[in-house]
């Protein structure tokens, strides 16, 4: 499975973007896909996950400005953010795999294949 993060790039505060994430190979609809992000000097951070197809979850500090969509027809992932804050500013990620399970969705640990990543920078 190979993933490709794009959508990223330079937006004032208070702007939004679409990120999205395409799966190719031995990709399916089962698979679980996760976003996280990484800001400079920082650890890298849960942002939301799709499930197994089935439901979406939201860290629980982002919700209400983080939405994940998933359209299959084009194994795609997407990461809506709006109202973009400067700490939003990182490297986000897209992450994919067949075996993550419930409890450990936020651990970047439980991802197999992981995508090179898409800058977002968020200028106040």
């Known amino acids: 499975v190979q993933l490709q993060a794009s959508g990223g790039g330079f937006v004032q505060a208070g702007g939004s973007l679409r990120l999205s994430c395409v799966a190719t190979g031995r990709f399916s609809t089962t698979y679980t896909v996760a976003w996280f992000r990484q800001a400079p000097g920082k650890d890298r951070e849960f942002v939301g996950v799709?499930?197994?197809?089935?439901?979406?979850v939201i860290a629980e500090s982002m919700k209400g400005r983080f939405t994940i969509s998933r359209v299959n027809a084009k194994n795609t992932v997407y990461l809506q953010i709006s109202s973009l804050r400067s700490e939003d500013t990182a490297v986000y990620y897209c992450?994919?795999?067949?075996?993550?399970?419930?409890?450990?969705?936020?651990?970047?640990?439980?991802?197999?294949?992981w995508g090179h990543g898409t800058l977002v920078t968020v200028s106040s």
């Open positions: 992450a994919a795999s067949s075996s993550v399970i419930r409890s450990n969705v936020a651990s970047p640990t439980a991802y197999v294949h």
């Open positions: 799709n499930f197994r197809n089935a439901y979406t």
